[in-house]
C-alpha cells in the first residue's frame, strides 16, 4: 500500500507572505478608485485607463452627487462669481476686446463660469482657439479632457507642449486628430491652436487632475450610506397584521384571510373581533446605531479633501459662528489660489487674441497691459482690512510729522495694512507728477497795466482810438 505523502507545512513566513497577498488583493478589488500608478524614469503620470476611469467617474458623480455638484460650483462662486472683466488704457483695444469677449459665438461672460466648472472636475482644461484670418476676430471652444489621447512635448522639457492628440472620433477616423499647441513664437492666423492648463499636477507631471479625485470613493461611500438609510427607514415602517384564531378547516382560514385582504382595517378605524380572534402586529426590529456619526465620518473626509467647512455642505455641526468664521480662512486662500490661476489663464488668451488680431488690425496694441477684474473673495477682508488702515494712520501720520519715517516708508506701511501690494516709488514719482500739473493748470496769468499793452495795427489800442 501506498504511503500517503504529507501535506506541506505552512511556516510562519509562508502565512506572512500569504496574508499580505491576501490584502493586497483585497484593496484593489475594493474600490475602482484604487489606481496603479506608472513608475519609470520617464513620467510620474497615471495610466491612461485609470485616467479616464477618474475622469468618467468625477463626470458621474458630478451630475449624480449633490455634494459633488456643490463642490465644483462653489469654486466657481467664488473664483468667477458675478464675471470676469478685461480692462485696457488703449481706446481701440478696448473696443475690439469688448467685442471679442460680447460676440455671439464666444459669449465669454458665461463661458467662464463652464471653463472653471471644467478645471475644477477635470483638473485640465483645454480650449482650441481659432481666428478669421479676414477681420482677426477669434472664437474660444473647449475640447473635453477625457478625449485627449496624448500630449506630445519637447525631449527635455513636459512643460514645452508641442501636440495635442485627440482620439479618433469613430471607425471611419482611425488616426487621432493633432492640434498644435499654442507657441507664440510661431503663431499664425490659419491654424486653429490649443491651449492646456491644468491644475493638482505634480512637479513633472503633464496632466492635471481633478479636484473631485480623492473624494470619489468617500462621495460613492456617502451616497451608500444615505441610500442604504432612506432603505432601512422605510422598511421599519412597514407593518402588517396578524390574526390567530382556531379554524375547523382550511378552507375556513382562506376564506378568513381573503375577506380582510379585501377590507383591511383603516387607520384610526375601530375594529371589533370575536373573543377566540386575537390581533397582533408584526414589524421589522431594524436598528441603526451610530448612523448619524457614521455619516458624519463620511462627510468629514469629503470637506477635509474638499478643502471646504462643513457648513458650506450644509452640515452645521455644532459650530458657532466664530468658529465657522475662522474655518474659512484656509477655504478662503484656497479659492484665492485658483482665482490667481483661472485669471492668469484668462490673461493668456486675450494676449493671443490681441496678438492675432494685431496682424490685420494695426490700431490694435498686442502689448498693451491687461487687467482682470475678478469678484472679491471674501468682503469680510475689506472690512477687517479698512479698520486695520484706519487704526495705523493716525499713528503713521504721527511719525512722519516726527520724521522718524519718510514718504516712502509711510505708504509702504500704510498700504501694507490695507492688504494691497503697490510699488512705492512708482506712486510717489506718479503722484508728484500729478501734483505738478495742477499747480501748472491752477497758477494765474501776469497782470498788466492798459499801459502795457501791444498797441493794435493802425495804431489803434484794443477798446478805443488814439
Excluded at 491612461?48 to 465644483?72: C, F, H, K, M, Y
Excluded at 482677426?136 to 495635442?164: C, H, K, M, Y
Excluded at 507631471?205 to 438609510?229: F, Q
Excluded at 377590507?263 to 371589533?272: D, F, K, R, T
Amino acid at each position: 500500500m501506498a504511503k500517503k505523502s504529507a501535506a506541506p507545512k505552512i511556516t510562519k513566513a509562508m502565512q506572512i507572505e500569504i496574508d499580505r497577498r491576501v490584502q493586497l488583493a483585497v484593496a484593489a478589488l475594493d474600490d475602482s478608485t484604487d489606481i496603479l500608478w506608472r513608475i519609470d524614469r520617464d513620467t510620474r503620470d497615471r495610466y491612461d485607463s485609470d485616467r479616464e476611469t477618474i475622469l468618467r467617474d468625477a463626470l458621474i458623480a458630478w451630475r449624480q452627487n449633490p455634494l459633488a455638484r456643490r463642490i465644483v460650483s462653489l469654486t466657481t462662486d467664488y473664483v468667477v462669481g458675478t464675471g470676469l472683466r478685461v480692462e485696457c488704457k488703449d481706446d481701440a483695444t478696448q473696443r475690439f476686446i469688448n467685442e471679442f469677449w460680447d460676440h455671439y459665438l464666444n459669449q465669454m461672460s458665461t463661458r467662464c463660469a463652464d471653463l472653471c466648472d471644467e478645471l475644477t472636475r477635470a483638473g485640465e482644461i483645454y480650449i482650441v482657439l481659432s481666428t478669421e484670418p479676414a477681420s482677426g476676430l477669434s472664437f474660444i471652444r473647449a475640447l473635453p479632457a477625457i478625449n485627449v489621447q496624448e500630449i506630445v512635448t519637447t525631449a527635455n522639457d513636459v512643460e514645452q507642449e508641442i501636440e495635442i492628440l485627440e482620439k479618433p472620433a469613430g471607425i471611419d477616423t482611425p488616426d487621432p486628430t493633432r492640434w498644435a499647441a499654442y507657441n507664440p513664437l510661431n503663431d499664425n492666423l490659419v491654424s486653429p491652436v490649443v491651449f492646456h492648463f491644468a491644475v493638482n499636477r505634480p512637479v513633472g507631471d503633464v496632466r492635471g487632475e481633478s479636484d473631485l479625485a480623492p473624494m470619489l470613493r468617500w462621495l460613492s461611500r456617502y451616497g451608500t450610506w444615505l441610500e442604504d438609510r432612506a432603505r432601512l427607514n422605510h422598511f421599519r415602517n412597514l407593518f402588517m397584521f396578524q390574526v390567530q384564531k382556531a379554524f375547523d378547516s382550511e378552507a375556513k382560514r382562506k376564506a378568513r384571510e381573503q375577506q380582510l385582504n379585501a377590507n383591511p382595517p383603516a387607520p384610526g378605524s375601530i375594529l371589533v373581533t370575536d373573543p377566540d380572534e386575537i390581533w397582533s402586529v408584526l414589524q421589522a426590529k431594524l436598528e441603526s446605531h451610530e448612523a448619524s456619526e457614521d455619516g458624519l465620518a463620511l462627510k468629514k473626509m469629503i470637506a477635509a479633501g474638499a478643502g471646504i467647512p462643513l457648513h458650506f455642505l450644509a452640515e452645521p455641526e455644532s459650530a458657532t459662528r466664530t468658529t465657522a468664521t475662522e474655518s474659512g480662512g484656509p477655504t478662503f486662500r484656497h479659492y484665492e489660489r485658483r482665482q490667481q490661476k483661472f485669471v492668469a489663464i484668462v490673461t493668456l488668451i486675450m494676449r493671443a487674441v490681441l496678438s492675432r488680431r494685431a496682424r490685420v488690425d494695426h490700431s490694435i496694441d498686442p502689448h498693451v497691459e491687461i487687467v482682470i477684474r475678478a469678484p472679491e473673495i471674501s468682503t469680510r477682508d475689506n472690512v477687517s482690512l479698512a479698520q486695520a488702515g484706519s487704526n495705523i494712520m493716525s499713528m503713521l501720520i504721527q511719525l512722519h510729522g516726527q520724521g522718524v519715517i519718510d514718504d516712502s516708508e509711510l505708504l509702504r506701511l500704510a498700504y501694507k495694512f490695507v492688504g494691497e501690494v503697490v510699488d512705492v516709488t512708482q506712486l510717489i514719482a506718479a503722484a508728484r507728477a500729478a501734483g505738478a500739473r495742477t499747480h501748472d493748470n491752477q497758477q494765474p496769468a501776469p497782470h498788466t497795466t492798459p499801459d502795457e499793452r501791444q498797441p493794435e495795427p493802425n495804431g489803434q489800442r484794443a477798446g478805443g482810438s488814439i
